[in-house]
């Protein structure tokens, strides 16, 4: 039996850009650069987040918006930082979008941050359609999600500034083509860099710092 | 500094429960026993899904109903197996409803089937919002998603009927604790059935094989 192809159309609310626009607005005035960071469920946002605090927040100040569906697990763990820390739970719906964020940023000390990270919804699909306002925008892949990826969900490779392949020290027990990731990442995104990290063996974290280090200075 | 709780509101449009019930009526009136297959990105569905219709295929007359954002990857291993299948584009809906599983069972030899399998887009938030027609909702964690999954995401383990805890091959070397998995699984949700599989070494799928056959029966 042939394969059959049916589509669906979807629309994308315009009014969100304007709205991220002016928060990107207020974030420069401040001279603050934001990250929006997106993935699928468990593939380590925080995990990253909360080593990129441990990392940096000796000579840079952080405050961390925490994008959840239910819980406060997330923003307990940062919050044991002592950086400030908004958590939203959106009730269900499965990404943030800018009003949201325009919300978080009323209660932040804007006068005394150089760096914002967003953990949003664990989703490889709706984040992507909203802007926040962010300055770049950062996914991760869990190796374990497969190498098939961004064949199957493109337009969150497509708009992402940096892909994070995260949980590299799995790979010696999965089937994991990691050359073949490269490629179709490149394929659909020829100027996002592509790291290799483990957030629990920390292999590759120094690039990642590196790496956001240099979009603050931007 | 103190975390802080916004909420967002959302809406769910009831129209779906109705034509999900119409889709519903038509599979009873054939004798099929429909599943809808959800989990995050990478979590194993489409293996699973293969590893039944291998396993079952001589006995049982399987069709199957493959939603993805993009691409007809997994429809073209299903149809390798020679049975029906419909690949779902949704071009970035990041979930199926009933209606365009009416179009699908339109498409499909009602007459000739016993079971239909739905894969639903990778997911672990919208699609447990939208029921689709099917007798029982099966989900899928795979175990480097991590154990607090179910109290972040605790409507998808609310309404499954069962979970599967897939990748157990890999817990010698990841931080997952079983027991708490349970523990939070049972307290969101104390009837759904949890069965631990690997569906690359097949450890428990023929527990899942025995459930899926007893519903079936029913």
């Not at 925490?66 to 958590?87: M, R, Y």
């Not at 995260?166 to 050359?179: E, S």
């Not at 483990?198 to 979009?215: A, I, N, V």
Request: hydrophobic residues 40%.
């Amino acid at each position: 039996m042939d394969i059959r192809i049916l589509t669906v159309e979807e629309h994308i609310l315009s009014s969100n850009e304007e709205e991220a626009r002016k928060n990107k607005d207020r974030l420069n005035e401040h001279g603050i650069c934001a990250i929006n960071v997106m993935s699928s469920p468990g593939a380590g946002k925080t995990s990253l987040i909360l080593g990129t605090i441990s990392a940096l927040k000796e000579k840079v100040r952080i405050a961390v918006i925490e994008g959840d569906i239910a819980s406060t697990l997330d923003a307990e763990k940062v919050n044991q930082h002592g950086i400030p820390v908004i958590q939203i739970n959106t009730a269900g719906s499965c990404h943030l979008d800018a009003s949201i964020i325009k919300k978080a940023l009323d209660n932040l000390p804007l006068n005394d941050l150089d760096l914002l990270i967003v953990e949003n919804v664990g989703n490889l699909v709706c984040p992507a359609e909203f802007a926040l306002g962010e300055h770049k925008k950062v996914m991760l892949l869990s190796a374990p999600e497969g190498h098939d990826k961004p064949y199957k969900y493109p337009l969150m490779f497509t708009i992402a500034d940096v892909v994070l392949l995260n949980k590299v020290d799995l790979l010696p027990y999965i089937d994991f083509d990691t050359t073949g990731f490269r490629q179709a990442v490149s394929a659909l995104n020829p100027k996002a860099d592509l790291i290799e990290i483990s957030c629990k063996t920390g292999d590759g974290l120094g690039k990642w710092f590196s790496w956001l280090e240099t979009q603050m200075t931007k």
